[in-house]
C-alpha cells in the first residue's frame, strides 16, 4: 500500500484534479490523501474572521463568491448532467452549512467546522469524478480515525486501530481517498493539523497503514536547497536523510509540514515528494539513507522571539537550567535554540503566546530581555567531524550580517543562525551564492 498525498495546486482545478486520477488509475492499492483546493483554505479563514467580527453581510458575500467558484469547478469537471447535479447539490449541502454559522455565535469550534469543508469539498468532488469515469474508489472520512490527544498531539495508537477499521469495511477495494488536515480532537470536536497538515495527515496515515512508501505530490519538484519563493537559481536535492529533512520542515521550508517527517521516520517509510505538473522529475527522496557529507540545504523560520537571561549570581550552577525549563514547560512552550555564556543564557520561542507569564517568572532569576521579529536560518547538511570548512564558507557569506545567536553541534544535520527578520532575505541570497553557486563551479 502506498499513501500518495496531493497538495491544493495539484486539486487546484478541474483540469488538476483530472491530472491527478491519471496519475493514480494504475490499479496498485493505494490510500490518496487531498488537501483543499488551492486558495480555498485562505478563503475560509477570511470567512471566519469575518463571522468573528459578526460582520455578516460581508461573510455572505464572501460564502457566496466562494460557492460561484465551486459551481464553475462542477461544470468544468463532469461531462453528464446526473454527475453535475450530485455535484451540485453537494456543494450547496456544504455551503448552506457555512451559512448556517452567520446565525449563532460565533467560537473557535464553529471556526475548525468550516475551515474543515475546505478538504471535505475536494475529496467529495474527486471521488465522483472517479465515479464517473468508472474507476473504483471508496471515500474514507478523516474524522472517524484522524484524532489529536489533549496535548495537540496525534493520537497514533486511535488513528492506527481505526483507520484499520476503516479499511477493512471495504476488503475488496484498492484506491481508497481521504481527506488531509482534519481530525477530531480529545474531545470528539472536529480539529485540524495546522496549516500545511495534509503532509502531516499523509505521514500519520502512511505510518498507521505501514505504507511501503508515503508520496507528497505539489507544484514543485522536490525539496529545492533554499526558498525558491526568495532566491533564484534554487535546485531541487534528490536524496535527504529523516533527520535532514525533518530539520528543514521544522525550519521553514514550507514544502512540508514542520512535524510531517517524524511518523515516517519512526516506520522507516521513505517519503518522495514529487510534481504533479512534472510528474517524471526525479523529485526529492527522504529515507534512512545519508547521502555525502557537506551542506544541502537552507531554509528560514520567521516569527521567532528571543529570550536572554543575564545572571551574575548563579548561571551556570546545577539547577538553574532546570529551573528556566521548567518555566517553559509550565507554559507548554517549546524551545527553539539555546546559547550559553558564563553570565547569560539566550534561547528562542516561535510561540509568543505566553510570553508575558514566562517572562515576569524568568525575572526571579536574572535580567531579561525579549527581541521580537527574528528569524532562525537552519542550515542542513552532514556536519559531522565537519572538514570541509562549511563553518568558514557560511561565516564570510554573511560578514555583513548581524548575527544574534548560533547554534553548532546540537545535531549533525543543523547549523542554525538567529537574525533580525529584516535581514532574511539577504542573507539567504548571500548564503546560495556563497556556499551552493561555489560548490557547484568546483564539482
Ligand atoms: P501544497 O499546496 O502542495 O502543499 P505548498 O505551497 O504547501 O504546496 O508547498 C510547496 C511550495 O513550498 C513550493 O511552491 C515553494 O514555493 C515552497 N517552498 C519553500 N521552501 C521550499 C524548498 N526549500 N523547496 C521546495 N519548495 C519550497
Ligand atoms: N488546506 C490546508 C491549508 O491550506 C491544509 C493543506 O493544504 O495542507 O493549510
Ligand atoms: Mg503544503
Redesign the pocket.
Known amino acids: 500500500m502506498k499513501v500518495l498525498k496531493?497538495?491544493?495546486?495539484?486539486v487546484g482545478s478541474a483540469e488538476r484534479m483530472k491530472a491527478v486520477a491519471d496519475l493514480i488509475n494504475d490499479g496498485s492499492p493505494k490510500i490518496v490523501v487531498l488537501?483543499a483546493m488551492?486558495g480555498t483554505t485562505n478563503q475560509l479563514v477570511q470567512i471566519a474572521e469575518t463571522l468573528y467580527q459578526n460582520a455578516n453581510q460581508e461573510a455572505n458575500a464572501l460564502i457566496d463568491a466562494l460557492h460561484d467558484k465551486y459551481k464553475q469547478v462542477v461544470e468544468a469537471l463532469y461531462l453528464t448532467d446526473d454527475k453535475k447535479k450530485q455535484a451540485l447539490e453537494l456543494i450547496s449541502h456544504h455551503f448552506d452549512h457555512i451559512r448556517s454559522f452567520t446565525l449563532d455565535l460565533f467560537t473557535i469550534y464553529e471556526e475548525r467546522a468550516v475551515l474543515a469543508q475546505g478538504e471535505l469539498l475536494s475529496t467529495a468532488l474527486f471521488q465522483f469524478f472517479l465515479e464517473e469515469q468508472g474507476i473504483p474508489s471508496v471515500l474514507l472520512p478523516a474524522l472517524n480515525f484522524m484524532k489529536i490527544d489533549e496535548n495537540e498531539e496525534p493520537d497514533t495508537a486511535y488513528i492506527s486501530k481505526n483507520l484499520k477499521l476503516e479499511l477493512e469495511k471495504h476488503p475488496d477495494a484498492t484506491l481508497f481517498i481521504t481527506q488531509g488536515y482534519i481530525c477530531r480532537n480529545a474531545f470528539g470536536e472536529v480539529d485540524n493539523l495546522k496549516r500545511?497538515g495534509?503532509?502531516y495527515s499523509a505521514s500519520l496515515i502512511g505510518a498507521a497503514a505501514d505504507a511501503s512508501e508515503i508520496q507528497?505530490?505539489?507544484?514543485?519538484d522536490?525539496?529545492?536547497?533554499?526558498?525558491?519563493?526568495i532566491v533564484k537559481n534554487?535546485f531541487?536535492i534528490a536524496e535527504l536523510s529523516f533527520d535532514e529533512a525533518a530539520e528543514?520542515a521544522y525550519f521553514?521550508?514550507?514544502?512540508?509540514h514542520p512535524s510531517s517527517v517524524q511518523p515516517a521516520k519512526q516506520k522507516n517509510i521513505p517519503v518522495r515528494?514529487l510534481n504533479t505538473m512534472q510528474p517524471q522529475a526525479q523529485g526529492t527522496t527522504i529515507s534512512a539513507q545519508t547521502g555525502k557529507g557537506g551542506i544541502k540545504?537552507v531554509?528560514a523560520k520567521d516569527g521567532i522571539t528571543a529570550i536572554k537571561i543575564k545572571s551574575g549570581r548563579m548561571l551556570l550552577a546545577y539547577g538553574f537550567l532546570r529551573s528556566v525549563f521548567e518555566v517553559f514547560e509550565r507554559y507548554k512552550t517549546p524551545i527553539d535554540m539555546i546559547t550559553t555564556s558564563e553570565v547569560a543564557v539566550s534561547l528562542t520561542i516561535d510561540n509568543p503566546k505566553f510570553l508575558a507569564e514566562i517572562t515576569r517568572e524568568l525575572q526571579e532569576y536574572g535580567q531579561v530581555e525579549v527581541d521580537q521579529d527574528q528569524t532562525i536560518i537552519c542550515i542542513v547538511g552532514d556536519f559531522i567531524a565537519d572538514r570541509s570548512g562549511s563553518g568558514l564558507k557560511i561565516f564570510k557569506a554573511l560578514r555583513d550580517i548581524p548575527l544574534r545567536m548560533i547554534s553548532y553541534g546540537g545535531s549533525k544535520n543543523n547549523i542554525s543562525l538567529l537574525i533580525n527578520t529584516t535581514d532574511k532575505e539577504r542573507s539567504l541570497v548571500l548564503l546560495n551564492e556563497g556556499i551552493f553557486e561555489r560548490n557547484n563551479s568546483n564539482a
Not at 507528497?216 to 514543485?220: E, G, L, M, R, Y
Open positions: 496531493f497538495g491544493g495546486t495539484s488537501s488551492s500545511g495534509s503532509d507528497i505530490w505539489t507544484d514543485i522536490g525539496m529545492h536547497n533554499n526558498d525558491p519563493r534554487t531541487p528543514l521553514g521550508a514550507k514544502i512540508l515528494l540545504a531554509a
